[in-house]
């Protein structure tokens, strides 16, 4: 007989976790008291081969789409699954053509998929374990403790840093990865170049600062890791230099997100790599992995502790409600943004794909020409991207200044934009076995530095871009850039 839990149980938030009265086991995997993600509600599992269970709605709001659980001690038994309430799901027009992930190994990439069905009414799923634990989810989560993993490995990188730059509804820190110029080769003595970015006594604490900071934008400063200004800011990160920005997770169920910008970072940290020593010698990225750790914690969605559906509030973040965008808002501020990208999956489209700012009131010819130079490379660098399927474009005038990528690009004039990834698969490549997966997220997110290396000489060359125009008829047609 199987015995069925939430995937990660425990700790001090899980009285959030709404748990189902009839939860029979609970597996022991804390990490620094916080939950990692785990979301089912067991209406009956006394039958392997009949269990019947129901997707939650997120813990202070309606959206309901993400589950993740883990099935303990059965090794060898076929079971049955039947998530009964998932036509109340979000989007549940979207389960048409998905199936289930699975893996051994709940923090781990290897994840692959069982065979689901559809009917309209109910998701159904059947698989036989070969191991004694399993988890099935909606997506390969993230777990927390990958995400201090990747920060661990960014901090023990010289040129890269993790700042705190403020907290979430519940008080956990929001977390940005600071990568700057490489340090220089070892031939050219190398403790003199690094010394001053290496010596990082308080490294939460070292944030890049321009003259144009102010107190109003120090998000973090009244946070438990805060206290800005008491270290010195790397000379060469606080002027002069483009500020690349990617934010992943606003919705924490697409978990994608996060394994692209795991895979974003892993790259840049390749100092080997010469794509990477030239765009570093120029750029600063800022990576926010996890915008809302709330949310991932609580196995939520879309939402975060509050209920708020973070990309709908970058008009006007609430440092209540909202704190995530207010701390990363507020940073942007102090740093600028040359090139902004907001990193989320999508539950209906089998596609990965852009969606850019064509509707915000300050689009130019100059931002659809950048478009089109960072969508053609991007295609060109990763063949699990494509730019001919995607969300209908806005009208001019038309874009919701409230979600974050229209907000950055119209408040910096910059390219901006969300990046979507399939819960799905790939249709232009399907894989039978992963579908859309954790690799491939990661090798999207390492082919970015590709485009952003094209780029970059473009982001603000204003005055370079007439000869590269063409003939500037305004028209959408994607053929007239020089890429
Ligand atoms: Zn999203």
């Known amino acids: 007989m199987a015995s069925i839990g939430l995937g990660a149980p425990g700790g001090s938030g899980a009285a959030t ?43 202070a709001a309606e959206f309901r789409q993400w589950f993740c659980f883990r099935v303990d001690d059965a090794a060898g038994e076929p079971l049955a699954f039947a998530l009964e309430n998932a036509a109340e799901a979000t989007y549940a027009d979207a389960f048409d053509g998905y199936r289930v992930c699975a893996s051994y190994d709940a923090e781990g990439d290897r994840w692959f998929r069982v065979p689901t069905t559809w009917d309209g009414a109910q998701l159904r799923f059947e698989h036989t374990p070969d191991e004694p634990s399993i988890t099935y989810a909606y997506f390969a989560p993230f777990s927390l403790a990958r995400h201090q993993a990747l920060l661990a490995r960014v901090d023990a990188a010289p040129g890269a840093e993790v700042v705190t730059i403020g ?16 340090p220089r080769d070892e031939r050219e003595e190398r403790e003199d170049a690094g010394s001053e970015w290496d010596e990082k006594t308080t490294p939460d604490a070292t944030l890049p600062d321009d003259d144009e900071g102010d107190d109003e934008g120090d998000a973090q400063g009244d ?25 992943a997770r606003q919705h924490p169920g697409e978990t994608m ?50 209920g708020a559906n973070l990309n709908r509030e970058w008009l006007e973040p609430s440092p209540e409600t909202s704190p995530e965008v207010h701390a990363a808002r507020a940073v942007m501020e102090d740093v600028g943004v040359d090139l902004f990208l907001d990193v989320h999956g999508d539950e209906r489209n089998p596609w990965c794909f852009l969606a850019g700012c064509e509707g915000n009131p300050g689009y130019s010819e100059r931002l659809r020409f950048l478009e089109n130079l960072f969508e053609q490379t991007l295609c060109a660098a990763n063949a699990d991207f494509q730019d001919e399927y ?16 229209n907000w950055v690009g119209e408040r910096f004039d910059c390219l901006a934009y969300t990046l979507e990834m399939p819960f799905k698969d790939n249709a232009n490549d399907p894989d039978p076995w992963v579908g859309w997966s954790p690799g491939r997220s990661r090798e999207l997110g390492a082919a970015l530095v590709d485009a952003v290396a094209v780029c970059l000489d473009s982001l603000r060359a204003h005055l370079d871009l007439a000869p590269l125009l063409g003939d500037g008829d305004g028209d959408d047609d994607e053929a007239d850039t020089s890429v």
């Open 17 to 59: 976790l709404c748990p189902p009265r009839d939860v029979l086991y609970r597996v022991a995997m804390q990490i620094t008291g916080e939950i990692d993600g785990g979301a089912i509600e067991i209406v009956d599992a006394t039958d392997a081969r009949a269990i019947r269970l129901a997707i939650r709605p997120d813990s």
């Open 167 to 182: 907290e979430t509804v519940q008080g956990r820190p929001m977390h940005l990865v600071v990568i700057g110029p490489p």
């Open 223 to 247: 946070g438990p890791d805060g206290g800005r200004g008491d270290t010195e800011i790397p000379p060469s990160l606080a002027a002069q230099r483009l500020k690349i920005w990617l934010i």
């Open 257 to 306: 997100a996060e394994w692209l910008a795991e895979g974003l970072l892993a790259r840049l940290l390749d100092v080997d790599d010469p794509t990477v020593r030239a765009v570093r010698a120029r750029a600063s990225f800022y990576v926010v992995p996890n915008m809302n750790p709330d949310g991932g914690a609580l196995g939520n969605l879309r939402t975060n502790a509050a």
């Open 390 to 405: 995607g969300y209908p474009r806005d009208e001019p005038g038309g874009g919701d200044l409230s979600t974050a990528a």
